[in-house]
Structures are given as C-alpha cells and as structure tokens.
C-alpha cells in the first residue's frame, strides 16, 4: 500500500530528527570559535592576493560590489593592463638584448640538425621559447648528464663529420689544428672549435696549445669572433638546454670583440701583415660606397673616415654603418649575421644601433593621457580618502531624517494619512532615490522634497535602503 | 498641525550587526552564536550528514561575514544568512562530491542514531524503536538522498524547515509555483521509491 503524502512528511521529520540527534555533543560551543578562525585563515588568504582564491570565493552581496569604486570602465582597463604587464614581465628572461634572441632563434633550428646523431634527429628539440623557460635551475645531477651527453654527441660528430660543419671559419683545405706562428704568419681565418675558445678543458677537444693558437686566431679578427659565438650558443642550447648560453654568449661576444680590438690595436702596427693576411671582407659589395666601411679586423683610423666626419646630416649617410660592421655568417651554417657593435671610434659620431625601433616622442597636439583623466573628472582611487564608515546605522539614519523631520510635518494639507517613505542613500551620503505612497500627489511631492534635503554621514560601501513614515494629521 | 513622526522598525538596529559591519569580530561571533544552531539544522537537513554540514555551516558564516558591508537591511539578518546557508548547500549539492553523501549515510552512519541525547534537546529512543529507526532512516535518506539538488531542497524546507512557499521561492529565486511543483515532485519521488522499496524485499522473499 502507497504511503501517503503525510506519511512520507512523518517519516522524513522523523528521520531529520535523528539526524539533528546525531549532532556531536559540545558542537555548538567549538563552532564559533572554528568560524572565526577560518574566517581568520580565508582573510589572510584574500589578503595575500591570490586571484583563484578571490575569485572562486566571492561574497554573496545584495548591493553594489564594495570594491567597485567607480563605472567609467578605466577600472577595467586598468586592471587589465596591469595583468599584461605582470605576465610580460614574468615571461621575460635575463638581460639578453635582442640582437642575442634574434642570434639564439636563428641558430636553434641548424643545431638541431648538426648538433645531434641521428637517430636523435627524429626526435624534435623544443622550440626556443620552451629552451629559454627550463631558466629555472634544475638539479645538479641533470645538467651533468646533459653536459656528458652533448659532449658524447659532439665528439661523435666530429669522428663522423670530416668537414667544417662544427669547425668555423674553416676551409676545406686547413688543417684543423695550426701552430700559433703559422696562424700568425699566414691567416687569422684559422680553425676554431667552439670548445677551443668557450670550454678549453672538454673532453674531445684539442690541447693547450692549440687551444691558444686557435683563440688567438679567434682575437685576431672579429669576423672570426662573432662567427664563434654563433655556434657556441647553439652548442650550449643544445646541451644543457637552458638559457644559460645566453649569458655565455653575451660574456663571450663581448670578450671576443673586446679582444679583437685589443689585438688589432696591438697589431696595428704590423700592418703589412695583417693587410696582406686578410682577405676582403664578403660582405662588402652591398656596402654603400659613400661611408668607407672596414671590418673590425682591419678597422681604420678616425681619420680615414672624412666623409663621416665632415658630413653637416649624418642621417642620409647612416653613420651607423660606420659604426656597425656586419658580418656575414657561414653559408653552410645558415646563421644570420652577426652585428658587433663597436664603440665610439673618435670621429664624433655616436653609433646609433638599427635594430631598435625609434620610440616617437609624444606629437604637439596628443594630450597626455593623465590630463585626458583629469578633464574628464576621474579621480584615482589612492586620491580617495579611505572613510571608516562601512555602513549606515540606525543612528545615523534617525539623525539624519531628524534633520527635515520639520519640513516633512508641513507637508499635511487637510487630508490625514500615513506618508510611506522609501529612500536610497548612496555611500557620499547623499539621498539617491525617494519613493512616498500612502498620501495625496501634492503631500507626496513635498515630503518628496522634504526627504531628498536630508543628508547624512558618507561611508564606504554600496548604498543602502530605508523605510520611513510620517503620520500627517493636525 | 502637527504630524507624528513613526520609525519603522530598522532591521539593522542589533548592535552585534553594526559591529560586526565595522569589522567587530567578537561581535560576529556573538552573532555566529545566536545564529548557529538553525543555520546548521538546515545545513545537515539538506546535506544528509555532520561533516558536510559543519562544513557548510562555516562557510556561510565566512561568506556573511564577508558580505556584511552590503547588507543594506532591507530583510531580517537571519533571513539573509539563511539564504546564504541555503544556496551554499545548493551549491555543494551540485558539487557532486556531496551527492553521494545522503546515499551512503543509511548503512555507515544509521549505527549511531540515537548516541547523543543530550544534542538539541531529543529524547533518546529505547533500543527496540531505535532499531526500527534505523531501518526507516536508512530507507528515507536513501529516497531523499535520489532525489535531484533542487527537488531535496525545496522539500527539506518545506517539509523539514516549515517554511511557506512564498519564503522558499524568495529563498530559491523562483516563482512560488514552482516551489509548489518542485514539492509534489518530491514528494511524488519519495512515496514511489518507499513503496517500490517496501515491496521489493517481500517478493524477493
């Protein structure tokens, strides 16, 4: 037989009793104690600002949200700018310039196919962006094993490879390891290992002496130097799979070209030598003819540049060239070329670097955005003075209503009645919105009035409702 | 001509509240006090069981707590915590991990009814009526606990919490006519689940 509908009321009352009864005892007295102190532990947690906490846990509101100040929508950008800041800045690495990213990506993609054995070719390398997030360091361990593998690989390379494909700046003909004279006397384009100038003490490489013999080559001029670099961060990418190779490069590229310098400004005087050692630069026929431009090798004196010097608009003649010397990469090895940027020579020009974009400085007529605010009256909120107000009180409400009390009561026209007032007051303090029902359209209109003269204390927070009523009679 | 100045009674005029609004937590634990037994009755009537409820009971608090400065005091405060209470267990309903809450409660938790007569004032059943308890407990909450988020709310205050069906649509947000459906409904699931289940161990006998 079916139960009936109070039946089934029974026995769920019933059954809702015994759980009531189930209730730990000593329950109740614990409970506020552990609310607060959850209370306590989820304010420090919104406090700390973690915006998974805040957002999944918003307060249940009836009113205008407490942290919603103002609705121009400058808020909202605001705080989206902000993010996108945070996140740029977070995904930022090192102090790499860009000439150094530029460098990293254009290598990545042939080192993946020399710097591996084969059966590592079918598997693909991450991209450079995933190289440059491993920035984190790992275990000791790991990157020891890295190191051994990439140098097991490179070793087997150059068993298997006879060429110059890891050798820079090598012809077919040189020799791998050449004496320090005979570099000295023949060519500075000698033959240099990666490992020979970076890391002089890895397993598979050449010894000492030729380590300084092919360093020294790697001073002797700056093409060679900058063609080192290349390879060296690929090799360091490739092995260790960090960013680390970066700073290398960095530290190298500098060290490299600083000691081209050094070595050319030392050697300059043997300049028979090294003009008859150095071949034209590959590069050159693309020059413009109007600014003589010399590889850092065999960099000419200040003077020796007249037409830069005396040019009245070094702009058209682009004095950066002067400055910068480019130098091709390897055509073999794909790379793209690698500018050095040399310091001030003396001839009064300062190197301007190409590459940069030119930020444009703000036109006569483009008003600036903190004015734009400004006139259209936005205040920020750090301008607000906090109030410590949250709410209105009772008090406060009877206080001020008390302060029109009078001019309400003269509203009474003849006809009795009971004035029900509804009021909003925003948080300024100021009356928002009244409504009055129960009386005649002419006491309703001037109690109306009466009301919306009020004024009362500002707090913060959304706005808050009341309920008034003034008995009108004689 | 005079006119008589009437104040209607203020719902925020508890000192506790206006307090508690200014960041007073002595005086929001007063309030936690006054409030918790009724906010955890609801709480355990629609979750089915302690943890749950003791769970949910707390974080209506918090979230009240936190919702303070915009409680304008146009409802009764409890009212508004109520429904807080309410909508918080809603939505641990529909958490899912809550659901088989009630489901599992008839044979794990039934062993001990009647354990702590000195809670909330019930009188302890004698060992026979106990045992008969039991079985019926199981076989409510197992019934209760089939029922969808919404219908079991919607009964549980009806039903349990007395409330009219104007305060449940209020409460719930919908029109007092689909409070009405929701608890026919309910109540329609509830006695054809009893009575299949009533008859079901007879001919399997």
Redesign the interface.
Known sequence: ???S?DD??D???????????????G??EV??????A??EG?MQMTTSGTDSDSNS?L????????DRKEDSGLHDIRNLAAASRSRMSSRRIGTSPPVDEDLLASTSGSWKSIALPEPARMVSLPELSELLELSAPTDLKAQQKADKLAAKAEAKLRRSRPSGEMIVEMSAATPVVQPVKAVAASTVEAPLHIDDVIMPGTPGTSGSGTAKGTTTAAIGTAKGAAAIVTPMIGSRIAAKKSNRGALYAMVGLGLAAAAGIAVYVGTRDDKTQVATSTPPPAAEPSRPTAAPIVAPSVVEEPKEEPKVAVEPDPVPVEPTTAKTVKQPAKPTVGKKPVKIEVADLGNGVKPVKKDEPKKEPPKEGDPDFEQLLKDSGYQKNSDKPKL????L??GD??TG?AGV?GR?????KGAQG?ASVKLTIAPSGAVSKVTVSGVGAAEASCVEAAVRGATFPAW??????????????? | ????????E?A??DPDL?RA???D?DA??RL??RH??RV??AA??IL?N?SDA?DV???S??????????????ADFFT?LYR?TV?TALNALRGGKRGAALQQRGQT?SD?????????G?A?PDPAQKAQ?TG??AR??DA?SQLSAPLRVT??LA??EELPHKQIAEILEIPEGTVAWRINEA?RL???R??TETVQPAVAK
């Open positions: 037989m079916p139960a509908t089934i009321d026995k769920l009352r019933a059954a809702m009793k015994v759980l009531d009864a189930e209730t730990p005892s329950y109740f409970l506020p104690n552990r609310t607060l959850r209370l989820s846990e307060p249940i509101t009836n009113g205008t949200p407490e410590e107000k949250k709410s009180s009772g409400f009877k209503m009390a309400a009561q003269g509203c009474y009971t913060e927070g959304g706005p808050q409702s009341f309920g008034y009523s003034y008995l009108l009679s004689e | 001509m005079l006119g008589h100045l009437i104040v209607r203020m925020d005029e206006d609004r200014e960041g937590r929001f634990g936690v006090r918790q037994r955890y009755a355990l009537h089915g302690h003791d009971t707390q974080e608090f918090v979230r009240a707590y936190r919702g303070l400065s915009s409680f304008d005091g146009r508004w807080i909508n938790e001990h009814i009647g354990g702590r007569p000195e809670s909330l019930q302890a308890l019926e407990l409510v909450l209760v009964l549980v039903t349990i109540r509830l006695k054809l009893l009575s």
